[in-house]
């Protein structure tokens, strides 16, 4: 660790903010465009030959940036998550946030904090990532569309001419979902992995051509040599305990410091699983006798479901019931679920 520098860099949608310590701290700020980019890397450059950068995951505005110094011979980077970033501000007793403020303590992130090198996703997949995300958002703006449209048809005071914009909004909408479809199908198709991807969740209940492109969309994302628990942990379907001594003990809930969209992706397939499949339908109700609520049964079956796509990924074959649920007993069955629940 020594022969490295560290260096945090705060970002946002204009600038990049760059804290560099060698020993002797420094700092910069630069544009967040592509000339930006190589004036940042000069800088580490200039002070150190080999540096490790921290930058906090900030969606697609550091992406580019964080691409071009992955690529750099004796630069290590690392995306650190936000929420352990602000509990790492907390433990240090920072009481002010600014732009410098916040690449300093980045910097002392790396310095302090087990170093993870951060493994980009491949081009294709974050195309589709893309896609699939950008599908999703107008799905839902025009749902809300669609309610506006139904709220306003209840009432003759309307004025036609509001109507036939709502409608003309929701017609437009529709074919830009046709579109981004057809696109994504086309991206997947021209990709021998993703395509056999695709084929291997639809093979799973409940998992559809709409649920299939969410799903990959956010799997691609994933490291290669990630393990089932760190699949459950990326979604942030993990569970997240709170005890203390013996008197405090809340219920144990998921940590939710995952990917929220892969959440959302797995919630209607877990949803007509549960409804439809046998075998998810029993492993449902078995919880739900066992005394867990609704929601609670629901989210383990996200979780299982987690567990079958990863299983298919790796042998290559479609989904097979017996494998995900192999016939026990009713003691083993009962034990085998709570192992699951705690997993």
Known sequence: MDKFAVAGVEVSADVLVVACDNGQQRSSEFPNTATGHQQLLRFLRKHSPQVRVCLESTGLYGLDAALLLHAQPGVEIMVANPRSVRHFAQAMMRRSKTDPLDAALLAEYARRMPFQPWQPPSLAGRQLCALARAIHQITESHTMQKNRLHAASATAT???????????????????????????????????????????????????????L????????????????????????????????????????????????????????????????????????????????????????????LHGIYGVFHSLQPFDADKLFPLRSPIQSKTAIAQNIAC
Do not use: C
Not at 224 to 253: I, M, N
């Open 158 to 212: 309307t004025p036609r001419i509001v109507l036939r914009e709502l409608e003309r909004s929701l017609a437009q909408q529709q074919r830009s979902m046709q579109r981004l479809t057809q696109e994504a199908l086309r991206h997947i198709d021209s990709d021998p992995q993703l395509q056999q991807r695709f084929r291997l969740l639809l093979s799973f209940p409940g998992i559809a051509q709409t649920s299939a």
């Open 214 to 305: 969410q799903l990959l969309g956010e799997l691609v994302l994933l490291a290669p040599d990630f393990t089932v628990r760190q699949w459950v942990a990326y979604a942030g379907l993990d569970p997240r305990q709170y005890t203390s001594g013996k008197s405090v003990e809340k219920k144990v809930r998921i940590s939710k410091v995952g990917n929220r969209h892969l959440r959302r992706a797995l919630f209607m397939p877990a949803l007509v699983a549960v409804r439809r499949h046998p075998g998810f339908h029993a492993y449902y109700q078995q919880l739900l006798a066992q005394g867990k609520l609704k929601m609670v049964a629901l989210v383990a079956a996200m979780r299982k479901l």
